[in-house]
């Protein structure tokens, strides 16, 4: 069976592409070719399409032509060869794509267009920063660390110099289960944990300027504090 392939450049049009694919109920194989990338190889991942789909490929590719370059598709053929003419038009046309749009390749994959912030990943779309355009602080960071696209840890910035808060998802399920807080001197001054993984932080502990330590519970786990102490 014919089939042919698409190289995303870059997570937002690989998730992107996915999407518009299972809306569309076009069967495809994936493989994340940024986890790790191999050497030389810069595209973030890849999607194998049987060749009956190509019509409909097509169609989406033709819908997420963007001007600005934040969708950079490449396409090749299957072990197979064919002589059917719309196979050559579709690859023909993903060439001229790639080759229209590859010149903003590098801004478009780093820089995303956000109304208040620049969106920068790294080069293996492990972490991503949301730098405030105004001042060109940052405001959050996300780490995807193991990249199996969940973020494990949530970093938020007040000042843009130490975080002021850490979230972490430690078992990820998709929730944070613990917090840390920090002063803008990047001391600990508190945290908050949800103990039993059902989204409502039982416990806080806050450290205050006198040196005492507020702690405040949940024991009933409706979302409301019953019992608080100061030591």
Not at 55 to 68: A, H
Not at 133 to 149: G, T, V
């Given at each position: 069976?014919?089939?042919?392939?698409?190289?995303?450049?870059?997570?937002?049009?690989?998730?992107?592409?996915?999407?518009?694919?299972?809306?569309?109920?076009?069967?495809?194989?994936?493989?994340?070719?940024?986890?790790?990338?191999?050497?030389?190889?810069?595209?973030?991942?890849?999607?194998?399409?049987?060749?009956?789909?190509?019509?409909?490929?097509?169609?989406?590719?033709?819908?997420?032509?963007?001007?600005?370059?934040?969708?950079?598709?490449?396409?090749?053929?299957?072990?197979?060869?064919?002589?059917?003419?719309?196979?050559?038009?579709?690859?023909?046309?993903?060439?001229?794509?790639t080759i229209l749009l590859i010149?903003?390749?590098?801004?478009?994959?780093?820089?995303?267009?956000?109304?208040?912030?620049?969106?920068?990943?790294?080069?293996?779309?492990?972490?991503?920063?949301?730098?405030?355009?105004?001042?060109?602080?940052?405001?959050?960071?996300?780490?995807?660390?193991?990249?199996?696209?969940?973020?494990?840890?949530?970093?938020?910035?007040?000042?843009?110099?130490?975080?002021?808060?850490?979230?972490?998802?430690?078992?990820?399920?998709?929730?944070?289960?613990?917090?840390?807080?920090?002063?803008?001197?990047?001391?600990?001054?508190?945290?908050?944990?949800?103990?039993?993984?059902?989204?409502?932080?039982?416990?806080?502990?806050?450290?205050?300027?006198?040196?005492?330590?507020?702690?405040?519970?949940?024991?009933?786990?409706?979302?409301?504090?019953?019992?608080?102490?100061?030591?």
């Amino acid at each position: 069976m014919e089939k042919f392939k698409i190289q995303t450049l870059n997570r937002t049009a690989h998730f992107i592409l996915i999407s518009e694919f299972k809306h569309a109920a076009i069967p495809f194989e994936e493989k994340n070719m940024a986890n790790p990338p191999e050497k030389g190889e810069f595209a973030f991942g890849e999607l194998t399409i049987k060749l009956e789909f190509q019509n409909e490929v097509q169609s989406i590719l033709t819908q997420l032509n963007n001007p600005n370059g934040y969708l950079i598709f490449g396409l090749e053929k299957g072990k197979r060869q064919s002589s059917n003419l719309i196979n050559y038009a579709l690859i023909g046309y993903a060439v001229i794509i790639t080759i229209l749009l590859i010149n903003n390749w590098d801004t478009s994959y780093n820089q995303q267009n956000h109304r208040n912030f620049e969106i920068i990943w790294n080069h293996n779309n492990s972490i991503v920063e949301y730098i405030q355009k105004n001042n060109q602080k940052i405001y959050l960071r996300y780490y995807d660390e193991n990249q199996d696209r969940n973020f494990e840890k949530v970093e938020e910035y007040k000042g843009g110099i130490n975080p002021s808060s850490i979230s972490k998802d430690k078992d990820e399920n998709g929730y944070f289960e613990d917090i840390s807080f920090y002063n803008l001197n990047g001391d600990f001054v508190g945290k908050s944990i949800d103990k039993d993984n059902d989204q409502i932080f039982e416990f806080y502990e806050i450290l205050l300027e006198n040196g005492k330590v507020l702690k405040l519970y949940d024991k009933n786990n409706n979302g409301q504090f019953d019992f608080v102490e100061i030591r």
